[in-house]
């Protein structure tokens, strides 16, 4: 079985993935997983991470990164990659365990065109571009469109409680700068430090500590095979039966592109019960039901349509790949629109999964099999319900997001495991999720059966293959990511001088 492990384990998710591409669009992590939010980039939420900050002197604190807008291109210009201002973007908290958010913070984006111009032949004419010289700092007078948020914080019920604005703890102001997107060398010559002057410290209402935030273009996270996954299945498989690099095969399609994160770090003590220290997140995004197109918008940004009526959820993303490899293609849309607490409508997905049963066909001739579990109680401990004595919250509805315990002390980047709990790493996912933590690997043991090798929701000898280590072969651990806030890496630039 070790030999069969090795000989497939680079193959695995790509071949499985591939098949339910047959099936319709699927993608990994949230990047266009679903019909709609292909049309709707800007409001696609790609990965959701929450952990407790390992920063030196941060442990504290929760840091909650939303990503948003996948496969970004550094030259992806004149207009590149601003947030919708007519869209509204949501983190939510659950501290109490039943599928409901209690705490919500409400991201609202501004664009503020300039319309710089330059004299030619004697007038001043409009520039097609987003900036006419270099930038250095916040509302640069060289930057032709300058974007900003606001966030609110919600209590209660996140379209009826009680909402707050949530201010800049140096002047008190509800507004924050967002940079623009790593244009290149020459228009942006230090993009780090430029990046750095949009963190701020902020008071949030009800915490006497600040936190901070920070919103703009980062490096992408998320580290997955994709190209072979597409290309029928293109990826070929270790050398030898033990090949010790199965898992580094740097086969990484996202090494490239760049994401949009709304990032913030909360006190503990304000996200957190003192009757329970585990919390549930996730993140949504929001657009008007009604869209008019207007037939001559004539000259300025955003007069191209007009959007009204009530909110209407179009993105949702807690626990990574649920979408994606877990729900079927028929009811991605309606998971995007739902809440957790609905999550029950879902559960056949959870408890007689698909994946395992393509990849024992996949592999039927190695003598792979599938978990015989049937329901998957422990699937739906790992997807649903928290894992006991590691993330469960002691009153808990079944539903997914995200869950971390923050009384979990926290794993000093060198001693963080890439493969989390089922490494031995109880600060990792799935309690909770770092940037270093190698979801995709995890994501596959676990469907697999790992969690009954274990004795968690099932006994061993109901995993027959549980003990493979599947893997995509692209590698990420923590080496990958800043130690400190807001983590990930500066992102990728438009061209290198």
């Known amino acids: 079985m070790k030999s069969v492990a090795r000989s497939v384990a680079s193959t695995a998710l790509g071949i499985a993935a591939g098949c339910l591409l047959i099936a319709g669009n699927v993608s990994a992590s949230s990047h266009r997983e679903s019909p709609f939010v292909t049309q709707n980039p800007k409001v696609d939420g790609t990965d959701f991470y929450m952990f407790r900050s390992y920063e030196t002197g941060r442990s504290g604190f929760v840091t909650i990164v939303a990503n ?178 199965a898992e580094n095969k740097g086969l990484d399609n996202l090494k490239l592109k760049n994401v949009t994160a709304i990032e ?22 929001s657009v008007r039901q009604a869209r008019l197109i207007n037939p001559a918008p004539g000259a300025g940004v955003g007069l191209a349509s007009k959007e009204g009526g009530a909110w209407s959820q179009v993105s949702r993303l807690g626990m990574p790949l649920v979408n994606e490899v877990v729900i079927g293609l028929k009811d991605k849309d309606r998971f995007n629109t739902s809440k957790p607490s609905d999550d029950g409508q879902f559960l056949s997905y959870v408890t007689n999964p698909t994946l395992p049963a393509l990849l024992e066909i996949l592999f039927s001739s190695a003598g792979v099999k599938a978990p015989t579990n049937i329901p998957r109680n422990d699937l739906v401990t790992a997807f649903l319900t928290g894992v006991p004595g590691i993330n469960q919250q002691k009153t808990v509805t079944p539903s997914e997001m995200l869950r971390l315990n923050t009384s979990t002390p926290v794993a000093a980047p060198a001693s963080q495991s890439r493969l989390g709990v089922i490494g031995g790493d109880s600060a990792g996912f799935p309690n909770g999720r770092r940037p270093g933590d190698d979801v995709v690997d995890i994501a596959l043991r676990v469907v697999m059966g790992r969690l009954c090798t274990l004795n968690i929701g099932c006994a061993p000898a109901s995993a027959p293959s549980g003990a493979i280590d599947f893997t995509d072969g692209a590698f990420v651990d923590s080496t990958f990511f800043d130690s400190t806030f807001p983590y990930l890496k500066t992102p990728v630039p438009g061209v290198f001088n």
């Open 264 to 285: 913030m770090e909360v006190p503990i003590s304000c996200l957190a019960t003192t009757a329970d220290p585990v919390i549930g997140g996730w993140t949504t995004a």
């Open 68 to 245: 948003y807008q996948p496969f970004q291109d550094g030259f992806g210009g004149p207009n590149f990659f601003m947030m919708d201002p007519k869209a509204l973007y949501e983190i939510h908290i659950d501290n109490v365990g039943d599928g409901h958010e209690h705490i919500t913070y409400q991201f609202r984006f501004s664009n503020n065109l300039l319309d710089l111009a330059v004299p030619v032949g004697g007038k001043n004419v409009s520039v097609p571009l987003i900036n006419i010289g270099a930038i250095n700092a916040p509302k640069s007078a060289t930057l032709n469109v300058q974007e900003s948020y606001t966030i609110t914080m919600v209590t209660g019920d996140r379209r009826t409680g009680t909402a707050a604005s949530i201010t800049n703890a140096a002047n008190g102001s509800t507004s924050f700068d967002k940079p623009v997107d790593y244009i290149g060398n020459k228009s942006l010559p230090n993009y780090a430090a430029y990046a750095a002057q949009h963190i701020y410290n902020i008071n949030i209402p009800g915490c006497s500590t600040p936190g901070k935030v920070f919103v703009g273009q980062r490096k992408d996270p998320f580290v997955v095979n994709l190209g072979g996954t597409f290309d029928l299945v293109n990826i070929t498989a270790p050398a030898t039966a033990f090949d010790p690099q």
